[in-house]
């Protein structure tokens, strides 16, 4: 029997470990808890974390050097290539969702220098306002990367500070340069849609379809932000559990107005056709709807073809989000008129890299125009050196999706089967293949090709405990890597609700019928051996039971 168990030091990435690495251990349910609540001094000891959720390594580096350069060392710094966030978080850090951090905005101070051919956009604040901006950095997930840092912190001497009037008209951006890997990886992401389709004739897209993003949620944002100029005065909405940035963002940016529709079972959609309908009665309607297939932690499918079908009857946008289920799995580009996928998980899955896709159908009814739009307003903001570690990573695509399949459904399975044995503390086991949705997922699960015989359900699967303690004790005890990500080389949990929706009650308790419950545990499956993955949930699976046990006599 083996029993793996976190091979890295606390806050370090697992092996191996360099400054692009994006998984941490962060081990401790009520350590997290804490962080989740506003206690951010585990965060400091942390090495290596997901770099969306702060600026790491060679970014906070280079930040440090501009503030320095236009005199405001000591400040807090963060920088970008596009303008539009100077305007995006003097609006985020002042907005109620800020709650007792909010600030006004004219505490920030926005700076514009040029470094090595780069215009960056720097806003900076006093350190004490670090609350205020810490989303500002992740939700729209186009902040400088870790190797465009290091780009840029190698030619620092080139430093110049560029004067400008009015922060409400910045100087104008010069974005970064494509290299080659940038052209080889949209036409990867187009053989990969094209690989093993359902039906050929439907899946007509090229590489000029195909918009390169520095994260997937800076795809969301762009995407977002186009569609509401596109659609302008409706309403932006998620159906279903999505993750919790595409949430944050829709919930505060959405100008025409934001709608949950939080479940995609039969009644849920007719829920949402109903108010579709009403609204178009008021001369209104959606703007876009977005749904991720599967759910994010829900794991569950909605019906793609009625969606569709309310997608063309109504004029929305359909953006279909298979980041979980990931191109080799299933072919959705059909249903969709949008496809967007955050490429740092299975597509790159070695957990060292950012990037984000939306690929356009050229069969969509909003084609032409969208086409033209997105052509238009794209600027490239993914580095080279990223572009040229995500087309590397993805050699080996198909093997590794293979290994996730089967050690996900390993482990699904292997947990399942224990509801309803005496004393276990597993009451659900939410996956594609074991919810009720399957029928959903499968209708659009790809031909077997030499390269991938089975397609499968993903990498993700949530475990839910009949308590808040048994999933504690569950937590604490396994060996997986504790930290936010999934889809990479080694498997990783978090307590996902408890950490991303815990925090609210009133938003807890009405998720809690979704089937998103604190007493919950997200686990991504890595490449480790099935039977070392199984032996590691039966050894945390044991101190759960001693724990429902001990409940029981007391």
Request: hydrophobic share 40%; proline share 8%; charged share 20%.
């Given at each position: 029997m083996v029993v793996l168990k976190a091979e890295s030091e606390w806050g370090y990435a697992p092996p191996p470990q360099t400054p692009y690495s994006i998984i941490s251990n962060i081990p401790g349910w009520d350590m997290l808890k804490g962080i989740r609540d506003g206690d951010m001094a585990p965060l400091a000891k942390v090495v290596h974390i997901y770099p969306r959720l702060s600026p790491t390594h060679y970014v906070r580096t280079l930040a440090g050097g501009v503030a320095k350069a236009v005199g405001l060392e000591g400040k807090g710094c963060m920088v970008y290539l596009d303008p539009v966030m100077w305007k995006y978080t003097a609006s985020h850090v002042s907005h109620q969702q800020r709650r007792q951090f909010a600030i006004s905005p004219n505490k920030l101070i926005f700076k514009a220098v040029d470094v090595a051919g780069h215009r960056l956009y720097a806003v900076l604040?006093?350190?004490?306002?670090?609350?205020?901006?810490?989303?500002?950095?992740?939700?729209?997930?186009?902040?400088?990367?870790?190797?465009?840092?290091?780009?840029?912190?190698?030619?620092?001497?080139?430093?110049?500070?560029?004067?400008?009037?009015?922060?409400?008209?910045?100087?104008?951006?010069?974005?970064?340069?494509?290299?080659?890997?940038?052209?080889?990886?949209?036409?990867?992401?187009?053989?990969?849609?094209q690989h093993g389709a359902i039906d050929p004739q439907k899946v007509q897209c090229r590489s000029n379809d195909v918009f390169l993003y520095p994260s997937g949620m800076g795809a969301v944002f762009t995407a977002k932000n186009l569609l509401q100029e596109y659609r302008p005065g409706f309403v932006n909405v998620e159906l279903g559990i999505v993750f919790h940035n595409t949430h944050e963002l829709l919930h505060e940016e959405s100008p025409g107005g934001w709608k949950h529709a939080p479940k995609v079972d039969k009644q849920g959609i007719d829920d949402l056709e109903a108010w579709l309908e009403s609204q178009k009665s008021k001369g209104s309607g959606a703007t876009f709807v977005i749904v991720e297939y599967p759910g994010n932690p829900t794991l569950d499918t909605p019906d793609l073809p009625r969606l569709k079908q309310l997608s063309e009857k109504y004029g929305?946008?359909?953006?279909?989000?298979?980041?979980?289920?990931?191109?080799?799995?299933?072919?959705?580009?059909?249903?969709?008129?949008?496809?967007?996928?955050?490429?740092?998980?299975?597509?790159?899955?070695?957990?060292?890299?950012?990037?984000?896709?939306?690929?356009?159908?050229?069969?969509?009814?909003?084609?032409?125009?969208?086409?033209?739009?997105?052509a238009a307003s794209h600027h490239n903001q993914l580095f080279a050196a990223d572009a040229e570690v995500l087309l590397s990573n993805s050699q080996d695509y198909f093997e590794r999706t293979s290994r996730l399949n089967d050690n996900a459904r390993a482990m699904a399975e292997f947990l399942?089967?224990?509801?309803?044995?005496?004393?276990?503390?597993?009451?659900?086991?939410?996956?594609?293949?074991?919810?009720?949705?399957?029928?959903n997922y499968d209708a659009f699960k790809r031909r077997s090709t030499p390269e991938l015989p089975t397609p499968g359900y993903g990498c993700l699967l949530t475990v839910e405990f009949d308590s808040v303690e048994t999933?504690?004790?569950?937590?604490?005890?396994?060996?997986f890597y504790p930290s936010p990500h999934l889809g990479g080389h080694?498997?990783?949990?978090?307590?996902?609700?408890?950490?991303?929706?815990?925090?609210?009650?009133?938003?807890?308790?009405?998720?809690?019928?979704?089937?998103v419950k604190e007493e919950s545990v997200r686990i991504s499956a890595g490449l480790e051996d099935a039977q070392d993955l199984l032996d590691t949930l039966q050894d945390a699976l044991n101190?759960?039971?001693e724990v429902k046990k001990g409940s029981k006599t007391q």
């Open positions: 604040f006093e350190p004490e306002h670090t609350k205020a901006l810490m989303l500002s950095w992740g939700t729209p997930g186009i902040g400088l990367s870790i190797r465009g840092a290091e780009q840029l912190l190698d030619k620092i001497d080139t430093l110049t500070e560029v004067p400008f009037e009015n922060a409400d008209a910045p100087p104008k951006p010069t974005w970064t340069p494509e290299g080659p890997s940038h052209e080889l990886l949209r036409r990867r992401i187009v053989e990969l849609l929305f946008v359909f953006i279909v989000d298979d980041t979980l289920s990931s191109f080799g799995n299933v072919d959705v580009l059909a249903q969709s008129d949008l496809l967007l996928t955050s490429l740092t998980k299975s597509f790159s899955g070695r957990s060292d890299v950012l990037g984000g896709s939306i690929v356009l159908n050229p069969l969509s009814p909003h084609y032409a125009e969208l086409s033209k739009r997105f399942g089967k224990t509801i309803g044995q005496p004393d276990s503390p597993v009451v659900n086991v939410q996956y594609p293949s074991l919810l009720p949705s399957k029928a999933a504690r004790a569950f937590y604490d005890r396994c060996g080694v498997t990783i949990m978090l307590a996902y609700n408890m950490f991303m929706f815990g925090k609210d009650k009133d938003e807890a308790a009405a998720l809690r019928p979704c089937g101190v759960a039971i």
